[in-house]
């Protein structure tokens, strides 16, 4: 007894004492450790339903505001927290939203979260369907004189999948073709783009196939163009000789047709063939212009050709031998060495033409008497070449006294 009314005498005085206690400690600990995070938390989803998609809010808001108390000692960042909202129970509808409460944790147990901002986010969550379209091809503004004709597709109809809300944005599937201004017809593989009513790209959509075949016939107005002409050559000169240069008269003629077949030409109006085989000098011709069906040429005439054929210059050495020139029936000649290396110039087929054997380097004694003399080594070259060095260039010819001649007998 005497216990109880120790606890219960003045009892509301000890009850106040108490909370103004608990009120005085929780506040100096907010005052002494409260923080601000000044960052931004990114929100996850978990659990969305399948075949739905998060249509709003796009984007999804980010956790901001988040007081805290953390011992002094403890880092703070990003990495702290975790912002998450559970789409488990949430409705799947094109027209509907739900309110979803955010839940932010801490990944550190030291770390106690008093509030954050926003603690609830509104979330549309569409059906996933999908729809057929057609496909359009858009090829812009053909060339000036182009003529395209109807498109060919692989494909007239494609399905195309997503949130409801941007399925029903879908008009048609465009399919982007380009036509080159040679005319040539078109067959190409564009990637679909989805396209609204008014041709805007709606994106956050798939195709059932991500591209088509598109084929289509070009035509053309008749038009002039100007074209070099490129004789067309067949065969090869004789060994040693080269086509060093070709004249072309007209070097240049005007050609008619339509696109597709002036695209044909490659630029450049060919020739018959003119033939050069064996030949070692220049081949003159007159030929008439080789030109694909459909293209026609304002020149009437023939076009004439002059090829050009020469034989590269080049050098060849040779071991002749060397004779007296001038000597004297009484004398006897003797020389330093017998043959001499003789460099020779000229074009390829002459130097190739020549005859080792019957080349001969010689040195002129005439006028000379007994003794040592020396004497310069001369060649004379066939016409068209030139002699180049000689090894050696002087010789030593050496002349004395010869056998008496054998007398001639008297007649009987």
């Known amino acids: 007894m005497r216990l109880i009314r120790f606890v219960v005498r003045n009892w509301p005085l000890k009850i106040g004492a108490v909370l103004l206690a608990v009120i005085l400690y929780g506040a100096m600990v907010v005052l002494q450790t409260s923080q601000e995070f000044p960052g931004m938390v990114a929100v996850e989803t978990t659990n969305q339903p399948g075949q739905s998609y998060l249509v709003k809010p796009d984007p999804m808001p980010q956790v901001g505001h988040i007081k805290y108390i953390a011992p002094g000692d403890v880092p703070i960042s990003q990495a702290s927290f975790r912002a998450t909202i559970d789409l488990s129970n949430a409705k799947v509808s094109d027209s509907a939203y739900n309110w979803f409460k955010v839940t932010l944790v801490t990944t550190d147990p ?29 090829y812009g503004t053909p060339p000036a004189g182009l003529q395209p004709g109807a498109p060919v597709v692989s494909q007239s109809t494609v399905m195309v999948s997503g949130a409801a809300s941007i399925v029903a944005r879908v008009s048609y599937a465009d399919a982007q073709v380009r036509i080159d201004s040679s005319g040539l017809d078109v067959s190409q593989d564009p990637t679909l783009i989805a396209l609204d009513a008014s041709g805007a790209v709606v994106d956050n959509v798939t195709f059932s196939q991500q591209t088509v075949h598109v084929e289509i016939q070009v035509g053309s107005q008749i038009r002039s163009e100007s074209v070099p002409v490129s004789p067309v050559i067949r065969g090869d000169p004789a060994p040693g000789y080269d086509i060093t240069s070709i004249d072309v008269t007209p070097s240049v003629v005007s050609v008619r047709g339509q696109a597709d077949a002036l695209a044909l030409l490659g630029s450049k109006a060919g020739t018959a063939s003119i033939s050069v085989a064996g030949a070692t000098s220049d081949v003159s011709v007159k030929v008439n212009l080789s030109l694909p069906d459909g293209v026609t040429s304002d020149t009437t005439g023939q076009i004439t050709i002059v090829i050009h054929i020469a034989s590269p210059a080049s050098t060849r050495s040779f071991d002749v031998g060397v004779i007296v020139d001038g000597a004297r029936s009484d004398r006897a000649y003797s020389l330093s060495t017998d043959s001499v290396v003789v460099t020779l110039g000229g074009a390829t087929a002459a130097l190739n033409a020549l005859d080792p054997t019957t080349l001969v380097a010689a040195v002129s004694v005439a006028g000379l008497d007994n003794g040592t003399h020396t004497v310069t080594v001369s060649f004379a070259a066939p016409a068209g070449i030139r002699v180049l060095p000689i090894r050696p260039a002087v010789i030593t010819v050496t002349i004395s006294i010869g056998p008496a001649p054998t007398p001639t007998p008297s007649p009987s």
């Open 110 to 138: 030291r770390i106690q979260i008093l509030d954050y901002q926003p603690q609830q986010i509104r979330v549309t969550l569409d059906p996933i369907i999908e729809k057929q379209v057609d496909v359009h091809v858009d």
